[in-house]
C-alpha cells in the first residue's frame, strides 16, 4: 500500500489527526478517482459494520452465518487497496468518456445469484459537437476492427461514438479470464447514464463447461423456472459470467474506442480506459470428497439469501485425471438413480452415527432437460457445477429441509450415473461423495 492508501483507510476509520485528515479531504475533493476509490470504501466498510452489528437478522443479500468467510469478508475494507491492478480504480475519464464502476446492490453477493455491475457513463466530449456515444456488443468472435465495419454507415449518419467493453476476471482461486460486454447496445446522451448490467451479459472465455443451472438465480434465492437457463444461457452459446466460486472476486474493464474503417469518421481514443471493481461472493464449501475414476465432488451452499432450502445449492464436479470425462446427471437412467436429478442430500446431526436422507425429490419438478448438456465433455482440470435447492427435496411445499437444523448439522451429497452400456474410455460412471458441510447456526427472524 501507498502513503495516501494508509491514509485513506484510516480516515475512513477516524484514526487521522485533524490536520492530516483536512488535507486529505482537500485531496480528494480535488480528485475525482480519489474519491471514488474512497467511496467504494466507505461502502464495502458499511456493508461489513451492518453484518457485524446485527448478526441475528438476515435482510436480503446478508448471510445467514459466515463462519470460515467472516474472517474473509473482514478484509473488503482494505482488499481493494491490496489486490487492485496498477492503474485501475473504480474511476476513470479522457476527452471523449467518463465511467464508474461498483456492485449493483453492495459488494456482499450470494454465490450462484444474479449479479450486476453498475456502470456510470459520462460524455465528455463538447456539446456543440453533438456527437453521443453508444456502447455495443462485444463477442468474443470478433475484432475491433470488424466492430467498426459493421457499424461505419450507422455511427456517421447517426452521430454516435461506438465503444466496445472487455474483461479481466480474478477469480477467488487464481484463474484470469478475459470476458466481453455483449449485452444489448446502451446509448450515452449528451450528458450522463447509468447502465446495470448484468454478469451473465459478458461473454467470458472459460475452458470449464457449462454449469446446469437446475431453475433460475434470483437476486437473493433459487426459483423454480427450469426452462429459464434454455432460454437466456443456451449449453450451445458463449459461456457467459456466474459467480460461481464463494470469495473474493475482481472485474477489470477496459473501454474501447472502436476505429472506424475511414480515419477521422468519428472522435477516437488511442488508450483504453481502464476501470475496476471487486465483489466478495457469499458462500460455504465442504471439502472435497474422494475420488473416483478421476473425479471427485463438493458442496457449495449460498449465504445471505432469504433462507437457505431457497439458496442456491451446488454439487461441484472436478476432473482430477487425465482425460475428458462425460456423465449424465439429471434425467432417466437406472432405476435406482433418484429422478430428476442424479443426487441424493444427506444430513447427520450431532451424536448421530451415520447421515439420514433429507427426502425424496418432489414429483412435481417440471425439470426442462437439455439435449445437448449431458453430453458435454469435461476436460482434466476443470469443475462443472450442478445448481439446485434444498427445496427440490421435500414432499411438501411448507416442509424445512435445512432451515430450523440444530447448529454443527452437516449436509453431504451423493451423485452417482450407472450407464447400461459402456462404450467409450471417456464414459464415466460411479458413485461420488462430497465432504460435509456445516449450516450456519440459525437466525432468529
Not at 86 to 113: C, I, K, M, W, Y
Amino acid at each position: 500500500m501507498t502513503d495516501v492508501d494508509v491514509q485513506t483507510v484510516a480516515l475512513l476509520h477516524g484514526e487521522l489527526d485533524p490536520n492530516a485528515a483536512r488535507q486529505l479531504r482537500r485531496q480528494l475533493a480535488a480528485d475525482p478517482e480519489l474519491a471514488a476509490e474512497f467511496e467504494a470504501l466507505r461502502a464495502a466498510d458499511a456493508a461489513l459494520a451492518q453484518l457485524l452489528d446485527q448478526p441475528e437478522r438476515a435482510p436480503a443479500r446478508r448471510s445467514l452465518g459466515w463462519h470460515g468467510w467472516l474472517a474473509a469478508a473482514a478484509l473488503l475494507t482494505t482488499v481493494w487497496l491490496a489486490v487492485r491492478p496498477e492503474g485501475a480504480s473504480p474511476t476513470a475519464h479522457n476527452d471523449v468518456v467518463g465511467v464508474t464502476v461498483r456492485p449493483n446492490g453492495g459488494v456482499l453477493q450470494p454465490v450462484f445469484t444474479e449479479t450486476a455491475l453498475e456502470l456510470a457513463w459520462q460524455n465528455r466530449l463538447p456539446a456543440e459537437d453533438r456527437w453521443r456515444l453508444e456502447v455495443l456488443p462485444y463477442h468474443l468472435d470478433e475484432s475491433l476492427e470488424a466492430v467498426g465495419r459493421r457499424v461505419a454507415d450507422a455511427a456517421v449518419r447517426e452521430r454516435f461514438v461506438p465503444l466496445v467493453v472487455s474483461a479481466l476476471v480474478h477469480t477467488p482461486a487464481g484463474q484470469r479470464l478475459d470476458a466481453r460486454l455483449a449485452a444489448p447496445m446502451a446509448s450515452v446522451p449528451l450528458a450522463k447514464h447509468l447502465q446495470i448490467e448484468l454478469l451473465r451479459s459478458f461473454e467470458v472465455a472459460n475452458p470449464a463447461p457449462p454449469p446446469h443451472l437446475g431453475g433460475r438465480p434470483g437476486d437473493d434465492r433459487w426459483l423454480e423456472e427450469f426452462d429459464w437457463a434454455g432460454r437466456h444461457l443456451p449449453p450451445d452459446g458463449p459461456r457467459r459470467l456466474l459467480l460461481d466460486e464463494p470469495g473474493i472476486w475482481t472485474i477489470e474493464l477496459n473501454v474501447h474506442s472502436v476505429p472506424p474503417p475511414v480515419p477521422g469518421a468519428w472522435p477516437v481514443f488511442a488508450t483504453p480506459l481502464l476501470v475496476a471493481t471487486t465483489l466478495q461472493a457469499t458462500g460455504l464449501c465442504s471439502d472435497w470428497g474422494p475420488a473416483v475414476d478421476g473425479m471427485q465432488a463438493r458442496l457449495v451452499l449460498a449465504t445471505g439469501c432469504v433462507d437457505l432450502d431457497q439458496a442456491p445449492l451446488a454439487l461441484q464436479m472436478r476432473n482430477v485425471g487425465d482425460r475428458a470425462r462425460h456423465y449424465q446427471f439429471v434425467g432417466r437412467g437406472d432405476p435406482s438413480i433418484p429422478q430428476p436429478f442424479h443426487l441424493r442430500l444427506l444430513r447427520q446431526r450431532g451424536g448421530e452415527a451415520v447421515a439420514r436422507d433429507l427426502g425424496e425429490q418432489r414429483q412435481d419438478l417440471a425439470v426442462t432437460i437439455p439435449v445437448q448438456q449431458p453430453e458435454v465433455l469435461q476436460a482434466p482440470g476443470t469443475v462443472r457445477s450442478l445448481v439446485v435447492a434444498a427445496s427440490y427435496w421435500r414432499q411438501a411445499r411448507d416442509q424445512q429441509v435445512l432451515d430450523g437444523n440444530p447448529a454443527g448439522t452437516r449436509v453431504f451429497a451423493e451423485f452417482h450415473f450407472d450407464p447400461s452400456a459402456w462404450h467409450d474410455l471417456e464414459l464415466w460412471k460411479g458413485r461420488l461423495t462430497t465432504g460435509g458441510l456445516e449450516l450456519p447456526r440459525p437466525v432468529r427472524r
